[in-house]
């Protein structure tokens, strides 16, 4: 497992528990890709089985091809990933369905989320807060990782946030609502997608 940005001053899951996220990560994008059926998962780890929030991202030849999440934590972790896993794969409006062919060049980053909290612009450290930009019926939220790996700013992160939310740049400077968050983020090894 790769350690990313976002992460805190320490882990909310262990390598073990890591690692049977993206099992069930991985199983729940064969079993429904390859036979249209969620595989039934027993989970025993505590951290696992409780609420949780989290994005599952698919990159294929370390370019992105699905990511989609949940910022409250509406089910127990190892459900909301399992869905997330599905979802970025068949969901996404950016992509096409991932086809079967397709599977073994994926690779999938999990990202386990806090629940959000109000942030000012001035506090927004790249590399460790994940952003959710608000105003109106307009929404949009970008990782932690994200900025890093365009090479951003504080600023260009939050214009950018503003921008997925359909709103312009400098919406954050006139009215829009700032949130963040930290992500405690981690994907498959060996897998040519990262």
Not at 74 to 99: G, I, M, N
Not at 178 to 187: I, P
Request: aromatic share 6%; glycine share 10%.
């Amino acid at each position: 497992m790769t350690e990313a940005v976002g992460t805190g001053p320490s882990p909310y899951l262990d390598a073990k528990e890591r690692k049977a996220l993206l099992g069930i990560a991985r199983r729940a994008l064969e079993g429904y890709i390859g036979a249209g059926k969620m595989p039934r998962e027993d989970v025993t780890e505590a951290k696992l089985a409780a609420p949780g929030a989290a994005f599952v991202t698919l990159t294929k030849n370390a370019r992105l091809r699905g990511c989609i999440g949940f910022t409250d934590p509406v089910a127990p972790l190892y459900k909301v990933v399992q869905e997330c896993a599905v979802a970025a794969a068949t969901e996404d409006p950016r992509f096409p369905p991932v086809s079967q062919p397709e599977l073994p060049s994926l690779r999938i980053e999990i990202s386990v989320l806090t629940p959000l909290f109000p942030i000012k612009p001035e506090e927004v450290e790249v590399g460790m807060h994940g952003l959710m930009v608000t105003q109106g019926r307009m929404q949009g939220l970008l990782l932690p990782q994200v900025p890093v790996e365009w090479g951003w700013d504080r600023e260009t992160f939050i214009d950018q946030t503003c921008v997925k939310a359909g709103l312009p740049p400098s919406a954050w400077r006139h009215g829009a609502t700032l949130r963040g968050f930290t992500a405690e983020v981690f994907g498959e090894e060996g897998r040519e997608g990262g």
